[in-house]
């Protein structure tokens, strides 16, 4: 199918594209805005990442608003990235208002370096950006037989446990660890009930959200995704999912020297103030506690154990955290990556200003 009828298509429609051409396109895309070839690649392979696993709300929806800020200056084209070593174990990097994949996946590389010299890597991030999904660096630690941790802030959009105000980021925690039978055990989740990214991306198609995901402004529980989106998102299981956005804050915030709370500046609404996200990511070598072949079937053994336990009605199978989203990437790497009418249009609108075609697009699944 063409271009421009896929561009101008109804917002229930679904595209589909092949994931190394859109990966290709969002390069060029985020060269045209000035990054260099290698930033630029790492910025779309970061996006790319969520939508091949299913996260549309953390991909290519993105463009646009980090074109923008790259844009308007809000976010630094050509940052002096610096990475001190503070110790054997940590280090700390400077992003220097750069953009925030860029930065992780500097930081989540010298982590690695780091612990394949010394057992454990710590490399937090600060004066960084938005960052995208949490999987795009911890996998890459699980993917050379280490586990990988990354927490990462976000702009206040959430309430604290017993308030009906926003007091903290969703604040996304990530862990992988290596197996065998699977890539990986990855867990990626926001503090929230649900990220707010996509009750961002129902607030743009008009969709409503499901009971227990935001209050409005009035601080009423409600469905109207436009009335969460200006209200606050709520913290998954009450006092439980505030206090690990708490804690988040505290590794990735606080102790960065990053921004925290109240004091990061929105990415949708503030054009004038750099975000300063903040971020905390680790990587373990297993073999410092035993032969890692020895860690990778026990893993296995784990997940057979789990797999082995009866199941509950209604239920086919069960899967570790991480398994869905490796399926979709399965999936998605045969059929194209689907990417709903409104994303299409977004992109193509961002694409047209630099004059860069789009990918061909598919109306079907590819195959």
Known sequence: MGNEKAANAGNTSLFYCNGEALRQFTTHVFKAFGLETGAARTVADNLVHADL??????GVTRIPIYTERLEKGVVNVAPNIQVERKSASVALVDADNGMGAVAGDLAIKTAIEIAKETGVGIASVRHSNHNGPGSFYVTQAASQGLIGMSASNSPISMAVWGSRGRALGTNPLSVAIPAGSIPAIVMDMSSSVVARGKIVEAAKRGDPIPEGWALDTEGKPTTDSKAAEAGVVLPFAGAKGSAIAILVDMLAGVLSGAAYSKLVN??????????????FTMAVDVSMFMPKDAFIERVDNFIQLMKATALADGVDEILMPGEPELRNEQKFSKTGVPLPANVVEDIRSVADGVKIELPELSASPLG
Request: hydrophobic residues 20%; without cysteine.
């Open 266 to 279: 929105n990415l949708y609404a503030d054009f004038e103030n750099a975000q300063n996200n903040g971020q």
């Open 53 to 58: 696993r299913g996260h549309g709300s953390h």
